[in-house]
């Protein structure tokens, strides 16, 4: 029997396996911790082909058609283009100066206070710098004949609104 040397593999089929070890990579360990350069990749590839020169530039060249943005720490990222990786960081600076955090409505409870639409925004606006109430809600959403208010502590709130109500 003859050996049959098996050539090198296309461009096409070198991205479709660094896509895979990707991949697999991401779902072992959360996250691409050891790929930064197509030569990270060349000692798969030599397991499976011979090794040449035509190899590791084939590699290259499949590395460079894929156009992978790098993370932080130069780690190819596989299932976000660079816009998109330009894209987060713009969003993550925003919420870093904006000071954002996640906060669940899972515990709140709702309240309609229905109004003439003319007043909705400039009642929010009394609310947002009001003493009285300021703390007894979420956040509000202005709607088309009132609002809806968030909030933990539905009770005070009704308490307080239903004495500004009455109050002449």
């Known amino acids: 029997m003859s050996d049959t040397i098996r050539k090198s593999p296309s461009r096409k089929e070198c991205e479709k396996a660094i896509r895979r ?3 697999t990579e991401i ?3 959360g996250k691409n911790c050891h790929f930064r350069m197509a030569t990270d990749f060349i000692d ?3 397991s499976l082909y011979p090794s040449s020169d ?3 530039k084939q590699v290259q060249r499949a590395v ?3 156009n992978m943005p790098k993370d932080e720490d130069g780690f190819f990222i596989i299932d976000r283009t660079p816009d998109q990786v330009a894209q987060d960081k713009q969003l993550h600076l925003l919420l870093e100066e904006s000071h954002a955090k996640l906060d669940s409505l899972d515990g709140c409870e ?3 206070l229905s ?3 003319n007043y909705t925004s400039f009642f929010i606006y009394q609310m947002t ?3 009285s109430l300021k703390d007894k809600f979420v956040t509000l959403q202005k709607t088309c004949n009132g609002i809806i208010i968030y909030t933990r502590e539905k009770k005070r709130l009704e308490q307080v609104l239903q004495r500004l109500l009455l109050t002449p």
Do not use: G, P, R, V
């Open 54 to 56: 035509s190899l590791t």
């Open 64 to 66: 460079k058609a894929m």
């Open 129 to 131: 710098h009001s003493d």
């Open 44 to 46: 798969y590839f030599e």
């Open 115 to 117: 109004m003439d639409e």
């Open 21 to 23: 070890i990707l991949i």
């Open 110 to 112: 709702t309240l309609f």
């Open 27 to 29: 779902l072992e360990n």
